[in-house]
């Protein structure tokens, strides 16, 4: 089977998460995995930065919260879009939680947690998962517009489906 990945993307102005709890039966293992992924897409996504001469972004809780919401909601609701499955952008998002912004951008993506995923391999780990998706991102020129970015912080939301493709947002704010 051929999988593929695919990528939206949005320019600089627009985005952010939506509220939802977390399963309570998440296991600690499943939450120590999607951590350890977004701490490398963290890390993967500053050192794009510093080959361009760019400060690093700096990891934000609120950010963190705001894209795993998107993520799981994606899952939950079925969709994959920067406009949630109640029409909302991500500065909508970012507004109906009080979040304060001058500048808010998004990048989404999905990888199947496989051993042939084409363009990158096998991606069940997280070094090569992260590795997929920032390269997708990379690649991409919208995407790359945001990572390179004038913004100052940055939320990874990781979340899998029940047959493991994992939904990935980045959430990139300035105050």
Not at 13 to 41: H, N, P, R, V, Y
Not at 53 to 68: H, P, V
Not at 152 to 160: M, N, Q, R
Request: aromatic share 12%.
């Amino acid at each position: 089977m051929r999988f593929k990945i695919t990528f939206l993307f949005l320019f600089i102005g627009i985005f952010i998460g939506c509220t939802k709890e977390s399963s309570e039966d998440e296991s600690t293992e499943s939450k120590d995995l999607k951590g350890q992924i977004a701490i490398k897409i963290l890390n993967k996504t500053n050192a794009i930065r510093s080959a361009q001469g760019l400060k690093d972004l700096l990891q934000d809780d609120e950010m963190d919260a705001l894209a795993s919401l998107h993520s799981e909601n994606m899952i939950t609701y079925d969709f994959f879009d920067h406009v949630d499955h109640e029409g909302k952008s991500p500065s909508e998002r970012a507004d109906d939680l009080d979040f304060v912004w001058s500048s808010i951008a998004e990048n989404i993506g999905y990888i199947p947690w496989f051993e042939n995923v084409i363009g990158c391999g096998d991606t069940r780990s997280a070094e090569a998962i992260a590795e997929c998706v920032v390269e997708g991102w990379r690649n991409s020129p919208g995407h790359y517009t945001n990572m390179i970015g004038d913004f100052d912080e940055l939320g990874v939301g990781v979340a899998f489906t029940q047959d493991s493709t994992a939904y990935f947002t980045q959430v990139f704010r300035t105050r």
